[in-house]
């Protein structure tokens, strides 16, 4: 007879780079296999490192902005339910929404952050449902307490998946499937380059480490918790304070930060 426990299955969106990559990396240290998911790059690397680390790993290139590319990566599980998933994958857009930006990316932004979160939900919820456990991670962001002058589709995207994902965890109060909010602050990843945001104070400014946001996101998601604020102090901080300071202040405090040119000269 076999006695040996099958391992956990978990799936990680934008396991490539950044949070994604680290979180791929805490499943993994933590008796996972993985499904992981990216867009452009080659997984092989990302792949062999979750492999050295004990994991099988089945690594899947999709287009998540895309309606095909999410019902590809759902095929991809071949009908086993995760144990766990990160929906994690996710880009910016900074500027100007009247003069800098460009819709196509703002739309594409949309269909990645938010349509595709609903759309692999869906799916996950479902299943997760009817068996009667799971975990699941938002990465939603700090970004969502407050009105994102000068990177208003992002902070309005962010703003849905971490009311989504309260919202879901209510209603799954009862099924033994938990729902988790990751909050990072600013953290170092490709995230502020690909969002045009290098020129900004937030883009330029001090951030935590991808691997510090994605430990305390693990920790909250296995613990059950309902959100976690990353990582630093001031981070913490500005998650209290949003709950106290009015929109429009807040408003105003992130136009100092993303507005293009803010970064401090040297
Ligand atoms: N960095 C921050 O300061 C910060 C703060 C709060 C929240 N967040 C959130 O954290 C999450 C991860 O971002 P990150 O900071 O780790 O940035 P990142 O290093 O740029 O990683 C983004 C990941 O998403 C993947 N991705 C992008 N477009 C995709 C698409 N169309 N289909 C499938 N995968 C796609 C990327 O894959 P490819 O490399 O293949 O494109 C990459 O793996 C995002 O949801 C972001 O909003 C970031």
Redesign the pocket.
């Known amino acids: 007879m076999d006695t040996t426990t099958p391992r956990r299955l978990a799936l990680v969106?934008?396991?490539?780079?950044?949070?994604?990559?680290e979180l791929a990396k805490q499943f993994a240290s933590h008796d996972f296999d993985l499904v992981i998911?990216?867009?452009?790059?080659d997984l092989t690397a990302v792949a062999a490192e979750l492999q050295g680390l004990g994991a099988g790993v089945k690594a899947v290139q999709?287009?998540?902005?895309t309606e095909e590319?999410v019902e590809h990566l759902y095929r991809s599980l071949e009908g086993r339910t995760p144990d766990a998933a990160a929906l994690?994958?996710?880009?910016?857009a900074g500027g100007a929404f009247a003069s800098d930006t460009d819709l196509r990316q703002e739309l594409r932004l949309v269909d990645?952050?938010v349509r595709s979160t609903v759309h692999l939900a869906k799916y996950l919820v479902r299943d997760m449902a009817a068996r009667g456990e799971g975990r699941l991670l938002f990465?939603s962001?700090?970004?969502s307490t407050m009105p994102g002058a000068f990177q208003a589709v992002y902070n309005a995207s962010?703003a849905f998946v971490q009311s989504f994902a309260l919202a879901l965890r209510n209603e799954l109060r009862d099924t033994g499937v938990t729902v988790t909010a990751l909050m990072?602050?600013?953290?170092e990843?490709?995230?502020?380059e690909?969002a045009g945001m290098l020129d900004t104070q937030v883009g330029a400014g001090d951030?935590d480490s991808?691997e510090d946001v994605a430990r305390d996101g693990f920790d909250a998601l296995m613990a059950g918790k309902e959100r976690v604020v990353s990582h630093s102090l001031s981070t913490k901080l500005q998650g209290r304070g949003s709950r106290l300071i009015p929109d429009k202040v807040k408003a105003e405090l992130h136009r100092k930060m993303a507005e293009p040119g803010s970064r401090p000269r040297d």
Do not use: Y
Not at 37 to 41: G, M, S, T
């Open positions: 969106t934008g396991a490539s780079s950044g949070i994604g990559h998911a990216a867009e452009d790059e999709v287009d998540l902005a590319g994690n994958a996710g880009i910016g990645l952050n990465t962001s700090i970004a962010k990072p602050g600013p953290t990843t490709e995230f502020f690909r951030k991808a």
